[in-house]
């Protein structure tokens, strides 16, 4: 998992990466739109996407 600084990071030190991960089909997924989450004993709402992963296939 390539959380949004990670990401930035990587694009700025190897220019294109973010792009080959689009261009492989690496999924994207929206926090908390996309996922689950449970923490402290409760679960989380799933509301609009305020950051965003970039995930392998498996």
């Known amino acids: 998992m390539l959380l949004g600084g990670?990401?930035?990071a990587?694009?700025?030190l190897?220019?294109?990466?973010?792009?080959e991960l689009?261009?492989?089909d690496?999924?994207?997924l929206g926090?908390?739109?996309?996922?689950?989450?449970?923490q402290s004993g409760r679960w989380f709402r799933r509301t609009a996407?305020?950051?965003y992963i970039c995930t392998g296939s498996r």
């Open 14 to 19: 190897l220019p294109g990466f973010v792009a």
């Open 6 to 8: 990670g990401r930035l």
């Open 49 to 51: 996407a305020t950051s």
């Open 10 to 12: 990587l694009d700025a």
């Open 22 to 24: 689009k261009a492989s």
């Open 26 to 28: 690496a999924p994207r």
């Open 31 to 38: 926090m908390p739109s996309d996922m689950v989450q449970w």
